[in-house]
């Protein structure tokens, strides 16, 4: 099982970013995903999910209106769509695999695979 995010990087505030994790060494298309970010010095905090077939989305209250999770199961491939940036979006962010489909998105104790996570940086 390999996970790779890409698309970190330093914006402004009200900035976007896309982020994108591709996905190796299993199939993809039967798990379902989440995005989990960590602030410095903060414990890792999920911020979304998505079924495995993507006909389902799931936010964190705080990111709900201007991140969207999709994925590309053609692909391979998880995205976060991330706009109106704000400093407290400033962490490492990780895609992934949750174990089982019946777990909440939320318990991060339920995910067995995750990326090396890519930076986002949000500052003036």
């Known amino acids: 099982v390999q996970l790779v995010e890409s698309g970190g990087g330093m914006v402004q505030p009200g900035g976007s970013l896309r982020l994108s994790c591709a996905a190796s060494?299993?199939?993809?298309?039967?798990?379902?995903m989440s995005w989990v970010r960590q602030a410095p010095g903060k414990g890792p905090e999920w911020v979304s999910g998505?079924?495995?077939?993507?006909?389902?989305?799931y936010y964190q209250h705080s990111v709900k209106g201007r991140f969207t999770i999709s994925r590309d199961n053609a692909k391979n491939t998880l995205y976060l769509q991330m706009i109106s940036l704000k400093p407290e979006d400033t962490a490492l962010y990780y895609c992934?695999?949750?174990?089982?489909?019946?777990?909440?998105?939320?318990?991060?104790?339920?995910?067995?695979?995750w990326g090396q996570g890519t930076r986002v940086t949000v500052s003036s």
């Open positions: 992934a695999r949750k174990t089982h489909d019946y777990s909440d998105y939320i318990d991060l104790r339920d995910y067995d695979s």
């Open positions: 998505i079924n495995a077939g993507g006909s389902s989305t």
């Open positions: 060494g299993f199939t993809f298309s039967s798990y379902d």
